[in-house]
Each structure stands twice: as C-alpha cells, then as structure tokens.
C-alpha cells in the first residue's frame, strides 16, 4: 500500500518499554494507519480475503444427470464453503508481513521472540497490549497515592493537569478494574481543588 524506501528517513519509534507503552502503541497505531495497514491488527485475513459460498443453486432443483455433471465441475469454493480472493489475500500478506516488521523494529530482544511465537500482526499486536497494559500492585497503590495526595502546581496549565489526573486514573483502573466508579470525573476534579 505505501512505500517503504523512506523507512531510515522517518521518525524512528523507541523500543517498547513498561514506561512508554501507552505512547508506543499510539505511536505505532498512528505510523501503520498511515502506512494503510492498520487494518491487518483489526481484521483476519479470512474476513478480508475470504468469499463465503451463499445459498443453494438460485434455479431451484436440478435433474440427476445435471447433478452428476455439476459435481464433476464442482470446484473448492463448493466443496468448501468458499474461497480465497487471491489479490486480497496476497495484498493481505504483504501488508501484514510490513506491519509485523514496523512493529517488532520497536521491540527490545525478549519481545522480539514473540514474533515467532505469535505469526499474525493482530495476535502479536493484542500479545503486547496484554503484557504491557498490566499495572503491578505496588505501582497502582504509588499512583493511588499520587492521586490522592496531588496538588495543582501553578506553572502548569489546566489541560497538563486534567491529562495527568486521567493518565492516574486509567492506571488505576487498568490494576484494580473495581476502582473504575471511585475516580470518575467529579472525584478527579475535587483533588484538584
């Protein structure tokens, strides 16, 4: 779909780390939409590639030396229940293949062996969500703490500070979903005054 020659003349994206991983996956998202194969992460190759047989013959019942003849001519798709759309599914392939080397460039060396432990795009892709979305105990309580105990500092702005009360939230509640109801908007607002 895009060009790839100006791969070492882009931006380079740092290596996924606990750190930056919400902006890794962001970053990453952004770069293959841009590249036209985003769609590899959200679609299989079968619901891309794949035509589904539907119904029976349209012309109703069909006489029995039809029948054996039709037989004879039937094809995989028949027998199947569909077939392949072979330039969907090379074109499938091929932006799979580049999404899959974007996004292990940015992986330190134990990531990287995922790659062959997850062949798709969108299972290697949903791999690192999990793995990096966790928050450990003892990080939540260190930003549940944070939450509560912080305090609006003057040189920032309104919008740094909301940002930095929802980036809390979020990883509290990525650690303890049961928290989700405890920090909604108007709690968030009342630490900040």
Known sequence: M?????????????????????KWFRNNKL???????????????????????????????????EQASVLGLTSDFERLGGTWNAEKAKEYDKDEAKALFYITNSLLDDDDALADEYETASALWTALK?????????????????????????????DY???????Y????????PAAKGLYNDEALLVTVW
């Open 130 to 158: 999990v793995k990096y979305s966790k928050t450990d105990q003892l990080t939540a309580n260190n930003i549940m703490t944070k939450l509560q105990n912080f305090t609006w500092k003057d040189e920032k702005d309104v």
């Open 161 to 167: 500070t909301w940002a930095k009360l929802k980036e």
């Open 31 to 65: 770069k293959l939409k841009g590249k036209g194969i985003f769609y590899t992460i959200e679609v299989t190759k079968h619901a891309y590639a794949w035509i589904a047989r539907h119904g029976a013959d349209p012309a109703g019942t069909v006489n029995p030396t």
């Open 2 to 22: 895009g060009s790839d020659d100006r791969y070492d003349k882009e931006p380079k994206i740092p290596k996924l780390t606990k750190e930056n991983h919400e």
């Open 169 to 176: 939230r979020r990883k509290i509640i990525a650690a303890k």
